[in-house]
């Protein structure tokens, strides 16, 4: 990483410049005429003054410091940085998906529209669900759609005493911020001792105020929910919804399904298990895929099929209307129903298996490192309870710092909130056994480190372009602007 | 961890300091050095009413954010507005530095809290 620093600003000279405009060749107006004088600033506008090499270098050398899963290894734990195949790029670039406007009529988008026919279906078979929406823009925003559609399927059969979703307390910060948002109480449950849905708490949250459960399976310390069937006999008995956050389906694609396993609404993160950019290369996408049971409440318009031809369909009377504009991210779209059809069924088998084998590898190297939450065979991804010898002194964000010496984007830290010192490494299926040994060995050397030499630690990193920065100071202070 | 005498605690780390029928609420010294630099702390309206158990005001810090619950039912009486420009003093001293008085709805409530020798045993067995 280039130790460039330097501030656009920094770099100007009064009367450089990259561009000169060409001669006025209109009529000169006065601001004042145009604009009544109360809305005028008259304070000098500050912009950088910078030749056109200096624009180049600068915004090369802050592209440089960019860290992606093309630059380095980036196992950040439930949010799936699985390489994303450049084959996709391509046909998202193919003219007749990126040139089109989603106004033009139905008969001059036929492919576009197939593909999007063919997607939901392929979505429906992966997830075992009978219909998918594909405007969600993202997993929070798909949870929004289906917690709505849950709420419109409870209040369409008039029971409108149900206000409360269950979400258990290894969950995804986004399950109750969701369910707020769709207008709905939470009640937290209790993970048990060994990390999984305590069922009697679950048992002691039912009710008939209650409208459903969010649950991640695997989940958020990467443990299959075994007694999933157990768990979605006892919501549907008390007349509650099962919905299923898609964020760590990367461990069963090909292997379990959702609709299975009782959920009746689902929603998956493109941009985590279907391989397209995910962070600031975004944007995500969330479709959400329903039981027929809510089918009738489903955003509108779907994409449908009537013999060859390929249309969309706002005959749905009890729709709970548009989630999104138009019809999703559909770039986004175009570059996961590449990756279904590149992996194809026994492919995307694989990857979730190898996802898991990579996973355990790692997770088993480190444990008489770093204390190993469940010491069992675990799904994707894992969690550490920070060091093993327990240096009180030395925490799990030092270790993370560290790691950014090393070359590597840290895993999430101080996640699941039910761990102390959390770190959750998930390596995805697209690395090489020698990428993880490498990452294993880098960790292994920080432990030591810590007992050696925990000044080292407690002051990385140090070969970034910015040291150690203050959060605290950043949250509570942010300067969000310029002002030399 | 700092445990004072003489308060009531909860299992989710609220402590409560009675005084007839009121009662100041806050966070104890394991709750602020487990969310670490407190960044931002929501507070209710004074007069507004909550049962035992439900979130009245949350905190925000640079590791997570999280809800407060009432430890008993009641209605909040005041808040320390001081925690808006400084939230940083839930750090500093969690056990002066309360986060709202309230009053307390049914006394009988207390009795389920636990004292400062019981919550220093719940912290050794179950944190």
């Known amino acids: ?484 | 961890m700092k445990v004072v005498k003489d308060l009531f605690y909860t299992e989710d780390h609220e402590w409560v300091k009675v005084d007839g029928d009121e009662a100041y609420i806050g966070l104890s010294d394991y709750a602020q050095n487990a969310l670490g630099d407190i960044v931002y702390v929501d507070l209710p309206e004074v007069e507004d009413e909550f049962d035992k158990e439900e979130g009245f005001s949350a905190v925000e810090s640079v590791k997570a954010a999280a809800d407060i619950y009432m430890p008993v039912g009641g209605t909040i009486l005041e808040i320390n507005e001081d925690l808006f420009d400084n939230p940083e003093l839930l750090n500093q001293d969690p056990y002066e530095n309360w986060v709202v008085k309230i009053k307390v709805a049914d006394k009988a409530e207390l009795d389920e809290l636990m004292t400062s020798e019981e919550y220093e045993k719940f912290l050794d067995e179950e944190v």
């Open chain 1, 1 to 484: 990483m280039r130790k460039y620093n330097e501030l656009i600003f920094e770099l100007s000279k009064p009367g450089r410049t990259a561009y000169r405009l060409p001669e006025n060749d209109v009529e000169n107006i006065a601001v004042e005429e145009l604009i009544p004088a109360e809305y005028l600033n008259d304070d000098e506008l500050n912009l950088p003054e910078v030749s056109e090499v200096d624009i180049i270098r600068h915004y090369t050398n802050l592209s440089d410091k960019n860290f992606g899963v093309d630059t380095g290894f980036y196992p950040l734990g439930s949010c799936t940085m699985k390489y994303n195949p450049k084959i996709n790029e391509d046909m998202a670039s193919l003219d007749g998906f990126k040139n089109i406007h989603p106004l033009q009529s139905e008969e001059t988008v036929q492919g576009a529209l197939k593909l999007m026919y063919e997607l939901d279906k392929a979505l429906c078979e992966i997830a075992g669900m009978d219909k998918m929406t594909l405007q969600p823009a993202a997993g929070a925003h798909g949870e929004l759609t289906g917690l709505t559609l849950i709420k419109a399927y409870h209040e369409n059969r008039g029971d409108t005493k149900r206000t409360k979703i269950i979400v258990p307390d290894s969950a995804h910060g986004t399950n109750p911020a969701s369910a707020i948002m769709a207008g709905f109480d939470t009640i937290e449950i209790k993970s048990t001792k060994d990390g999984l849905v305590d069922i009697e708490s679950l048992k002691a949250a039912l009710s008939d105020e209650v409208a459903g459960l969010m649950l991640t399976n695997p989940n958020t310390l990467g443990l299959f929910e075994k007694d999933i069937k157990e768990i979605a006999d006892l919501v549907h008995g008390c007349g509650g919804l099962l919905y299923y956050d898609g964020a760590n389906a990367n461990a069963i694609l090909g292997q379990a399904r959702p609709g299975d396993m009782g959920f009746d609404v689902v929603h998956f993160n493109i941009h985590k298990t279907f391989s397209t950019p995910h962070g600031g290369g975004g944007p995500g996408s969330g479709p959400v895929g329903v039981k027929k049971i809510l089918l009738d409440f489903i955003p509108t318009p779907t994409v449908e099929k009537d013999g060859d031809r390929y249309y969309l369909d706002y005959d749905y009377p009890k729709s709970v209307g548009r989630m999104k504009d138009f019809y999703g991210h559909f770039g986004i779209l175009v570059r996961a129903y590449t990756y279904i059809l590149t992996m194809g069924r026994d492919g995307l088998k694989k990857a979730s298996e190898m996802a898991v084998l990579n996973a355990n590898y790692l997770g088993h190297r480190l444990k008489d490192h770093y204390n190993l939450q469940e010491d069992t065979i675990f799904k994707h991804e894992f969690v550490l309870a920070g060091l093993k010898d327990g240096l009180s002194e030395v925490t799990t964000l030092d270790v993370a710092k560290r790691l950014l010496d090393y070359g590597y984007h840290p895993p999430t830290v101080y996640f699941p909130l039910i761990v102390n010192e959390a770190l959750m490494p998930e390596p995805t299926e697209s690395e090489s056994k020698e990428t993880l040994d490498e990452f294993a060995d880098a960790l292994i050397k920080i432990a030591e480190e810590a007992r050696e030499n925990p000044e080292i630690l407690k002051e990385a990193p140090h070969n970034t372009p910015v040291g150690r920065v203050n959060e605290t100071q950043a949250a509570r202070n942010p300067v969000l602007k310029y002002e030399g």
